[in-house]
């Protein structure tokens, strides 16, 4: 096997860096267009849906290591792009949601539904 010198290693190093640079400013990038505009988020889930039909379905005409990890890393930078909605998540997550006399945001009930979800399968695992 031939032996990679340090130069090339650097160069690949540097060019999956700024293939996952890409993917995600423009994932971020769409993402904040699309608050600028009153239906803005179609276009972003469109974009991500294309992006992420792409990747997935169609395989590349010849495909080395290189190529391979070039499109893991652009869909994990896009996956990632989701972070500018950070504030959306944050507000999402903490959402009031009435139960009964109590007022809990949406992340207690989520965990709250996880608990009653599992005592239901474990229970019904030690019913057997």
């Known amino acids: 096997m031939a032996r990679v010198s340090k130069r090339l290693q650097m160069m690949r190093i540097v060019?999956?860096?700024?293939?996952?640079?890409?993917?995600?400013?423009?994932?971020?990038?769409?993402?904040?267009?699309?608050?600028?505009?009153?239906?803005?988020?179609?276009?972003?889930?469109?974009l991500k849906f294309s992006i992420a039909g792409w990747l997935l379905l169609i395989p590349p005409e010849e495909p080395t290591q290189e190529t391979l990890m070039l499109r893991r890393l652009s869909g994990l930078a896009m996956g990632l792009s989701v972070i500018a909605f950070w504030d959306t998540i944050f507000m999402l997550l903490n959402n009031p949601i009435?139960?009964?006399y109590w007022?809990?945001?949406a992340w207690?009930?989520?965990?709250?539904?996880?608990?009653?979800?599992?005592?239901m399968l474990l229970f019904l695992a030690f019913l057997k």
């Open 15 to 46: 060019h999956f860096g700024s293939a996952y640079g890409f993917w995600f400013a423009l994932g971020v990038s769409a993402a904040h267009f699309s608050r600028l505009l009153v239906g803005g988020w179609i276009i972003y889930f469109v």
């Open 98 to 100: 009435t139960m009964g």
């Open 103 to 105: 007022i809990l945001p």
């Open 108 to 119: 207690q009930v989520g965990i709250l539904g996880l608990g009653v979800l599992l005592a």
